[in-house]
């Protein structure tokens, strides 16, 4: 009876708070009225009561984009009758369940984009879906391996078939992923169709056969594959998928596991096996004959870096391909020989279709990974990995030439706080407050940066606590330290993103990374990075723009034009006259406080909303410390004279001497020298472009900068010509000739050998007719003296 009250009581809460307006039903994210449905509500404690029943968050909050996932639906209320339907996207829907506990469970779809996607939660059956959320869609390559079925030695699945290579298949997986005691292996193809970039071209996925059924869910399955049958060879790229043996064969959007999508050799028809480099000559051949009628889309890539510290520097437009990198000893199937790989952001060198796909995503060459498959990667394995013809496909994805490459100027802002800008000025400023450190109206960029005292107390320096950037449209990103300022919190348009599952993120108009808690990488379409480092209890924000920013940049980081002397101008344009001054620095710090418009922080507590919100963006009363303090009886000069040494010392001995912290001195010690070192990386290196190797020949030697040797050598059967040596100049240019082989001429060996041939014919037929008079004539004269005796 107590519990048919309550629950009369709440229902009579619910209507009151609905018809007053005070809901987060159809509201979350706004602020309906006197309560919130914003995700800061929170914190401030002012949320609808509602808000955590309509507004809700899953776990986990990630799952591979083939679907599959069987994910709880936190905090709302459920009961024994409800009827679970998943929206995801507005348009894909799949059929939930409530467990024993009362707990919402949904299955994630088979999607055709990535990134964090809008979910809708019905609970009778699809009439309303009143509960809103989001659901975060991963590329298979960037999913942990934990929550994939994994091919036992991928590359013997991918070759099998060629010369060599058969056998039994494993493959393994976690039995957690699939709720069942028996489970079906099934294999699922992908393909594109229709006309090459009309709107008819789209990419699809197809159950096409199982190849075992009811099989114990034991978390490995071995097998010896056959070859296709007809109607299913002409799938050349798939997955496999885990899923319980209750469903019917191909049913879609179940909890499953899959694999990654692979080349599927071990699935080829017979001819593929009876001669794998002839079959695959064809379909080279066939992939050429296409490239050929399709726009050429080379002139809209940019070169890769020339050196790998460049390519490792340059993290706002490239990033560590998750198939070749050096700090997980990756096989680099793709790129034989290498040790470390990367990949542009935003347009891969030299690829139609980008393996992380690019939005607005959904069909080809948009759709992440399989466009990139399709037109990019089957063609390498029929002409360089299952035959040796790699000429015609180097002939439409030929290798980069750093040639034009250029690296992007860099800034910093680090320790209690120090400023590097882009031309390389350098000063402190430690106002108050939050501050442009850079915008730019041409490319629509603002970084802005807040500051608080070291210790509100004792202390007259301040340190930057919190970074929030945007680009255009894009989701509104900032980076800030935690409450113990042990780690560093990434916010969304106000709304935390964890880690915990993804240390990759796409969002809208932009790229998180960050494989810890105290290393944040934002990157924007442009090229424009920015990297976050924990340092101590300090931020050191690094921001990179590639050369197109050129002229058009303001802010606390300068102009970017490449003369430091212009660097230091005032929002109203007046430039300091005197660098020196520590007072006219502060005043010029001071001219860049944000407008409270234009203000890109979250202000989820009362002491922020207290401290910046409800206040001028810069503390006028808030005056620092100017000047080191030079004391011979201050306990910490020794520890300052031991730590700071040569260039940016004085960095390092304010923090120490002022900011009372050797170890924050050290941090900023630390945060100067990385700097230094990474202008280093990025200074431009002479290199003369990408050499190939010749036709039926091959090519020694994979550096082509400044004093590289390259060596050419010929097949059997070929002879050189051209320069066999070629060595990479100081202007640029490499030395020698055009290397080629041809085919080896030996015609005066052949017309001397045709010669005596001829001759020792002649002997040998002039020696048969010798021969046969002699015989003839013996045989006349034995017949003459027989006959005279009888006579």
């Known amino acids: 009876m107590r519990g048919l009250v309550a629950l009369k009581f709440m229902l009579v809460i619910l209507f009151v708070s609905r018809t007053s307006g005070q809901t987060c039903e159809e509201n979350c994210g706004k602020k309906p009225s006197s309560c919130s449905c914003l995700p800061t509500c929170s914190s401030l404690k002012n949320c609808c009561s509602d808000y955590r029943d309509f507004c809700v968050d899953t776990y986990p909050y990630s799952g591979s984009i083939f679907g599959g996932t069987d994910f709880v639906v936190l905090h709302a209320v459920f009961n024994r009758s409800s009827q679970i339907v998943c929206r995801f996207d507005n348009t894909v829907t799949t059929e939930g369940y409530v467990d024993a506990h009362g707990r919402g469970h949904c299955i994630s779809p088979l999607l055709y984009e990535t990134g964090w996607v809008p979910l809708h939660i019905s609970s009778d059956n699809g009439t309303t879906f009143n509960r809103a959320g989001a659901w975060f869609s991963v590329h298979t390559g960037k999913l942990d391996s934990r929550l994939k079925a994994v091919l036992v030695n991928s590359t013997k699945w991918q070759y099998y078939g060629t010369p060599n290579v058969g056998g039994l298949l494993q493959m393994t997986w976690d039995t957690s992923l699939v709720n069942a005691e028996k489970v079906n292996i099934e294999l699922w193809g992908y393909r594109e169709t229709g006309e090459p970039y009309s709107e008819h071209w789209l990419g699809e996925w197809l159950y096409l056969y199982s190849l075992a059924k009811d099989q114990p869910n034991s978390g490995s399955f071995s097998f010896m594959p056959k070859p296709a049958e007809s109607s299913f060879s002409s799938w050349e790229l798939g997955s496999l998928r885990i899923s319980s043996s209750v469903y019917p064969d191909g049913m879609r959007n179940v909890q499953a596991a899959w694999t990654e999508d692979h080349a599927l050799a071990w699935h080829l028809e017979e001819k593929f096996r009876h001669d794998s480099a002839v079959w695959s000559l064809e379909k080279c051949l066939s992939w050429d004959q296409m490239e050929n009628q399709l726009p050429n889309f080379l002139s809209e890539i940019i070169d890769c870096p020339c050196t790998l510290a460049q390519a490792r520097a340059d993290t706002g437009r490239f990033h ?258 005197n660098p020196s001054d520590p007072v006219e620095l502060f005043n010029f710090g001071a001219s860049w406080a944000v407008l409270n418009t234009s203000a890109l922080f979250t202000y989820d507590s009362e002491y922020l909303l207290n401290t910046y919100y409800y206040k001028p963006r810069h503390d006028s009363s808030f005056v620092p410390v100017f000047s080191v303090p030079e004391s011979p009886d201050d306990p910490l000069s020794d520890q300052a004279a031991q730590i700071c040494s040569g260039h940016g010392s004085q960095f390092c001995r304010y923090d120490i001497l002022v900011g009372r912290s050797p170890a924050m001195g050290n941090a900023t010690r630390v945060s100067f020298q990385s700097h230094i070192s990474l202008v280093n990386d990025l200074k431009p290196v002479l290199s003369c472009g990408w050499i190939p190797p010749p036709n039926n020949g091959k090519k020694l030697g994979t550096t082509y900068l400044k004093g590289a040797k390259v060596q050419f050598s010929c097949d059997e059967g070929y002879t050189l010509r051209g320069s066999a040596v070629r060595l990479c100049q100081k202007n640029g240019q490499w030395s020698g000739e055009d290397t080629s082989c041809h085919v080896s001429s030996n015609l005066p060996g052949i017309v001397a050998g045709s010669v005596i041939g001829v001759l020792a014919l002649i002997v040998i037929i002039t020696t048969i007719v010798l021969h046969s008079k002699t015989q003839k004539r013996k045989t006349a004269e034995s017949e003459e003296e027989g006959t005279i005796d009888v006579l």
């Open 320 to 577: 560590t391909d998750y198939g070749c990198d050096i700090e997980k000893g990756s096989v680099c199937t793709y790129h034989p020989g290498s040790v470390h790989c990367v990949r542009a952001i935003q347009a891969s060198t030299p690829d139609r279709a980008h393996d992380w796909g690019s939005p607005p995503y959904k069909k080809p060459p948009r759709i992440p990974g399989q466009s990139h498959w399709v037109y990019d990667v089957l063609s390498f394995y029929y002409c360089c990995l299952w035959s040796d013809n790699c000429h015609y496909y180097f002939k439409h994805r030929p290798s980069s030439d750093c040639r034009r490459y250029q690296a992007p100027s860099s800034a910093v802002v680090f320790g209690d706080p120090h400023f590097m800008t882009f031309d390389g000025a350098s000063y402190s400023f430690n106002g108050k407050g939050e501050y442009t450190l850079v915008t730019s109206d041409e490319k629509q960029l603002q970084i802005q940066g807040r500051t608080e005292p070291v210790d509100e107390n004792t202390i007259n320096a301040t340190k930057l606590t919190s970074v929030a950037m945007r680009e255009s449209s894009s989701d509104v990103i900032e980076v800030r330290l935690v409450s113990g300022h042990d780690g560093l919190e990434v916010l969304r348009n106000q709304q935390t993103l964890i880690f915990t599952e993804q240390t990759w993120m796409d969002l809208h108009g932009v790229f998180v990374f960050s494989p810890t808690s105290t290393n944040v990488t934002v990157m924007f379409p442009s090229g424009a990075g920015v990297e976050v480092r924990l340092r101590d209890v300090t931020m050191t924000t690094t921001v990179l723009l590639p050369e197109g920013f050129k002229d058009s940049t303001l802010g606390l980081l300068g102009k970017m034009n490449g003369d430091a002397k212009d660097d230091l101008v005032s929002s109203s344009g007046q430039l300091v006259g």
